[in-house]
């Protein structure tokens, strides 16, 4: 069965500092999505990417799509204090109408 | 929009209990999604309903586990008899099915932190 494999599984970051988290899938994906989940909250969707290639923005964070559709990274530029929460990548099979996530990156940020 | 609701919020039960989970979708939404977190094995597919109908039960761990959707707004998932190794975080998801955005985006509902001892 398809697996989507996330690392690092915990970062420790300075405020101010960048984080980068990646998201790599045992198949081709027809989209992932991004999700980010608060401590004690529930995952919230951030951003969905479906084209080869693809890169989107919001204000700090940029997320981009691997050419082989197999791979994700979200990067956040100069870290918050309101950064705080795991991020989940979550990836969609070609056909699939079900989402693999991985096992999510926790980030701290250490003000 | 209420997005969409679970209860309870919080569950403590004694091993042996059965236990049962309430989700209401976000309303129009078609399709539902029973999820269990743990620090272990992090965000796990219990079960998909599309249209009411359940899909892919294969995510249910045993027999213990049951789950229905009686109509388009309400959703349980029951555990019985509980033991302690299912003291989970429990989170209902809902979408819509062929939105045609591409995608599907799935909301989450609160979750349900249930404590088997």
């Known amino acids: 069965g398809q697996q989507v494999m996330q690392i690092p599984q915990y970062q420790h970051v300075q405020e101010g500092e960048d984080f980068t988290t990646y998201c790599n899938s045992s198949?081709?994906?027809?989209?992932i999505q991004w999700y980010k989940q608060r401590p004690g909250g529930h995952p919230v969707f951030l951003i969905q990417?479906?084209?080869?290639?693809e890169v989107k923005k919001q204000k700090r964070l940029t997320f981009q799509f691997g050419e082989a559709k197999k791979n994700s990274s979200l990067h956040i530029t100069a870290t918050q204090t309101t950064d705080v929460g795991t991020y989940f990548c979550a990836g969609l099979g070609a056909g699939s109408y079900q989402l693999t996530f991985g096992k999510g990156t926790k980030l701290s940020v250490i003000p | 929009d209420a997005g969409v609701i679970q209860s309870p919020r919080h569950e403590v039960t004694e091993m042996g209990q059965e236990v049962t989970l309430r989700c209401k979708p976000i309303?129009?939404?078609?399709?539902l999604f029973w999820y269990r977190q743990t620090m272990m094995r992090g965000l796990e597919l219990l079960i998909y309903?599309?249209?009411?109908?359940?899909?892919?039960d294969s995510g249910m761990p045993e027999d213990r586990f049951s789950a229905k959707m009686p109509n388009a707004s309400f959703s349980t998932l029951k555990i019985q008899p509980s033991e302690p190794r299912d003291s989970a975080v429990y989170f209902c998801?809902?979408?819509?099915?062929?939105?045609?955005?591409?995608?599907?985006?799935?909301?989450f509902g609160p979750g349900t932190r249930l404590l088997v001892l």
């Open positions: 309903f599309n249209n009411n109908v359940p899909i892919d």
């Open positions: 990417l479906v084209k080869s290639g």
């Open positions: 198949t081709t994906l027809s989209n």
């Open positions: 309303s129009g939404h078609n399709s």
């Open positions: 998801a809902s979408t819509l099915r062929g939105s045609g955005r591409g995608g599907e985006t799935q909301y």
